[in-house]
């Protein structure tokens, strides 16, 4: 659930085909032909896509791809779909050096270097992950616009390290979705409004609204997003991808503008499971200046790919979690039941229901713990941007805000932001009071207990419901989602593509236990493999006759 909805409730050759083609007539779900062939843009073929992570590094071993080559298709693609044609808004900017690492990256592959699965693929960053280079880093706000942080976010000084180029930064809803209670998912003043692909006038959701859409829309290999309730598996589900949104500790946090350090994480959304395990092993590590990160000390580097398995299913307990969860969307009801049935078809023993008894009854300490946190983790952040800081605490955020009304404020305001600056200390005894209710009711009274008595694997739920049309004036049309539980307890939780109604996508999560990404992305894998619902949109108007 996003934040202010708490208060409201084969050969390369034939893999890298020309599989793109100029958007004509198609088949609805049902059968049916849509009637709004008439405004659907003429997109040029594109060779890369829904190239996996392994597709690219086949064609740059074989010779037939350069990462210079496959970085400027990217540009290009995102030129035409992003800036142009449907004008999507999922990229605030293209970095200005990624055809210069391309190049270096494809010099180190001619001498026999080659650093892994990621080596000259490009990435993009929610631009709310700190890079020092000539790209800015701004949660989308105009109040940052320009800053340069002093050094790369550790997340991003990892995937340099993997070898992947930095392709840009993906716009977001602004400050990840923390500032009004009203908002828009997917817009920013810096950025305007991100589009859903599958049908434009449709919400991308979630603050990695951005991040979500660019991957779905071609236009990466794949995307880093960051979470702190909803803010990767929604817009994962809403664009039709694979997200994972990581045990809090497995991926550092360093260089992330934050919300709260309570729940944030940053994750990868990709195309595909393997695509996303892929990235996963480049994100995670141990970084001294984030000890949540710690624990990985005794745990150790794991390979996520190991646990692509396609029997993954066979013999997993999983747990359905009915209650709060679904009866918000009978359209999502269905597809989820279908997932049952196909992980049944697999071997899973489902137990349903297995309801999460404390689910819905933590969300006013969840607001209040984010808003303390957002307070004291938002202001050291930027006293930590150096003296050319265009802006150094919340208040002065605010105040920027309010003298910006026509550029910032055109839609909905910073309610959250006001009452954030309100809040005391985090020795505040109403905080630590919030934050001890929250860990109780998520982990040890909830997921935790829930896995014990039923004995799981893993929990199911719907992610969401099927993209809303986007409502500037009104704000987001939320009916329902399953993010809390995990995000609250800082444990993992991974959406898969669930099918489609209408065009529009439907996810479904699976979740577990603090650092259970083996099992979880064990049982993602079989279910997408069995099931292979994902498709690429096709950037339909509206579902309406357009006329």
């Known amino acids: 659930m996003d934040r202010r909805n708490f208060v409201r409730l084969g050969a390369v050759a034939g893999v890298l085909a020309v599989r793109g083609k100029s958007l004509g007539a198609e088949t609805l779900d049902d059968g049916t032909e849509p009637t709004f062939r008439k405004n659907r843009f003429a997109i040029s073929p594109f060779d890369l896509e829904e190239a996996t992570i392994a597709d690219l590094q086949a064609g740059m071993s074989s010779g037939r791809m350069t990462s210079r080559s496959i970085t400027q298709q990217y540009i290009a693609r995102i030129d035409e779909l992003d800036r142009k044609g449907p004008t999507l808004r999922h990229v605030l900017e293209v970095n200005p050096?990624?055809?210069?690492?391309?190049?270096?990256?494809?010099?180190?592959?001619?001498?026999?270097?080659?650093?892994?699965?990621?080596?000259?693929?490009?990435?993009?960053?929610?631009?709310?992950?700190?890079?020092?280079?000539?790209?800015?880093?701004?949660?989308?706000?105009?109040?940052?616009?320009?800053?340069?942080?002093?050094?790369?976010?550790?997340?991003?000084?990892?995937?340099?390290?993997?070898?992947?180029?930095?392709?840009?930064?993906?716009?977001?809803?602004?400050?990840?979705?923390?500032?009004?209670?009203?908002?828009?998912?997917?817009?920013?003043?810096?950025?305007?409004?991100?589009?859903?692909?599958?049908?434009?006038?449709?919400?991308?959701?979630?603050?990695?609204?951005?991040?979500?859409?660019?991957?779905?829309?071609?236009?990466?290999?794949?995307?880093?997003?960051?979470?702190?309730?909803?803010?990767?598996?929604?817009?994962?589900?809403?664009?039709?991808?694979?997200?994972?949104?990581?045990?809090?500790?497995?991926?550092?946090?360093?260089?992330?503008?934050?919300?709260?350090?309570?729940?944030?994480?940053?994750?990868?959304?990709?195309r595909t499971v393997r695509d996303a395990a892929v990235i996963l092993n480049a994100l995670s590590g141990i970084d001294t200046r984030d000890s949540t990160t710690m624990v990985n000390r005794s745990r150790?580097?794991?390979?996520?790919?190991?646990?692509?398995?396609?029997?993954?299913?066979?013999?997993?307990?999983?747990?359905?979690?009915?209650?709060?969860?679904?009866?918000?969307?009978?359209?999502?009801?269905?597809?989820?039941?279908?997932a049952i049935d196909a992980m049944k078809a697999q071997g899973a023993v489902i137990v349903d229901p297995a309801n999460i008894e404390t689910a819905g009854k933590f969300d006013d300490s969840e607001l209040d713990v984010l808003l303390y946190e957002l307070k004291a983790d938002l202001n050291t952040y930027l006293a930590g941007l150096g003296p050319k800081a265009p802006v150094r605490t919340l208040q002065d955020i605010i105040d920027f805000n309010e003298h910006h009304r026509d550029q910032e404020m055109p839609w909905f305001g910073q309610e959250l932001f006001v009452q954030a600056q309100a809040k005391g200390p985090l020795t505040d005894k109403k905080y630590r009071d919030a934050l001890a209710k929250d860990r109780k009711m998520s982990r040890t009274d909830g997921i935790d207990a829930t896995m014990k008595k039923y004995k799981l694997d893993a929990i199911v739920a719907p992610t969401g419901s099927p993209p809303w049309v986007t409502d500037l004036v009104n704000g987001d049309h939320f009916t329902g989602a399953s993010s809390t539980p995990a995000a609250v307890a800082g444990y993992p939780n991974i959406n898969v593509p669930a099918g489609y109604s209408h065009n529009l996508p439907v996810g479904i999560s699976f979740f577990g236990r603090a650092y259970s990404e083996p099992t979880l992305i064990k049982i993602a894998y079989a279910y997408e493999q069995a099931t292979k619902h994902r498709r690429a949109p096709q950037f339909i108007p509206t579902l309406a006759d357009a006329g």
Request: charged letters at 20%; glycine letters at 14%.
């Open 97 to 270: 050096d990624a055809l210069s690492i391309a190049d270096s990256l494809d010099q180190e592959r001619k001498s026999g270097r080659v650093r892994g699965p990621l080596h000259g693929v490009p990435i993009l960053l929610k631009d709310n992950i700190d890079t020092a280079d000539r790209m800015t880093t701004t949660a989308g706000s105009l109040a940052l616009e320009g800053s340069i942080p002093l050094q790369d976010a550790f997340i991003a000084a990892k995937l340099r390290s993997a070898g992947a180029v930095l392709l840009g930064k993906s716009n977001l809803s602004e400050w990840a979705n923390i500032r009004s209670t009203h908002s828009s998912s997917g817009w920013s003043g810096r950025g305007g409004q991100a589009k859903n692909p599958y049908v434009l006038d449709r919400n991308p959701c979630g603050s990695s609204s951005g991040s979500g859409g660019a991957v779905s829309a071609n236009l990466c290999a794949g995307a880093i997003g960051t979470e702190t309730d909803g803010s990767i598996v929604c817009p994962s589900s809403a664009n039709g991808i694979v997200g994972i949104k990581p045990t809090l500790g497995l991926v550092s946090r360093t260089g992330i503008i934050p919300i709260a350090h309570s729940q944030d994480t940053a994750g990868p959304m990709a």
């Open 300 to 338: 150790g580097q794991i390979d996520y790919t190991r646990f692509l398995d396609l029997n993954g299913l066979r013999g997993a307990r999983i747990g359905v979690a009915r209650t709060k969860f679904f009866g918000y969307s009978d359209v999502t009801d269905k597809l989820v039941s279908d």
